[in-house]
């Protein structure tokens, strides 16, 4: 009887043990998730002045928030047009806008908006879903007014993180083209595949859902994956691609992982002749 009421007992701190643990883990996810998920990037003085005296296509831009946050970047004038094609691109989570800087030579005959997330670079505030969301579409808002930028082209690029934000602009305004890097459909279902045990939409405040704006948008659209992404595995990317409602196309780019995606050529090649079609797609 002794021998069951000490094997009850150990069962019982066990029991208890591994609860405790569970609890731990799941307050530790709660309170660090905008570092698992915002990997804020700085941009110092002289990296500003590198690129301002080194691309003189780049004028600096800053853009006050509705909540009186600054953010900053660049807008590069590579085309010719006048009013221009305006292209806006939203990167990844670990991204710095000005690492792009040099990247939009292959987008000749575009004008190409890179801004900051809040919280990145230059860029004051601190990230989050409701804010770069909403930030999305005041950019799209005062860009499409100047006179330089034709409104009637405008298209939106998104890689990884991006991708949630150039797929709300596009559910909730008139573009001409959208650009996804390795889309998801839903951060909390790739969530729930990395810690399967835990109650992941129940603790995640940025959870990016945006099927349902996939469902809304109806410009042709590129979808480019890499095809050894084991941060966003094809599958997320997949659903979305088949959730929109617009023309698609879609490009595997072979020997490449989440993070080598841009390095191959194809990628550029891909991007140049999707944007070099018209309105729609051939």
Known sequence: MDNLIEIAVIIRRIVLL???IYLIIAALLYFFQDSLIFFRQPLDTAGVAYVNQNYPEAEEIRIRTHDTEELHGWIMHRSQKKPAPLLIYFGGNAEEVSWM???TAGLEGWTVLLMNYRGYGKSSGRPGEKYL?????QLYDHFAKLDYIDRNNI???GRSLGTAMAVYLSAQRDLSKTVLVSPFGSMADIAKENFPFMPVKLLMKHQFNIMPYARRADNPMLTLVASNDNIIPSRHSKKLFETWTGAKTWHVIEYTNHNTISANPAFWEYIHDFLKKGK???
């Open 155 to 157: 298209a939106v690029m």
């Open 101 to 103: 800087v040099e990247e």
């Open 133 to 137: 969301l909403s930030d999305a579409l």
């Open 18 to 20: 591994v609860i405790t």
């Open 280 to 282: 729609h797609p051939e």
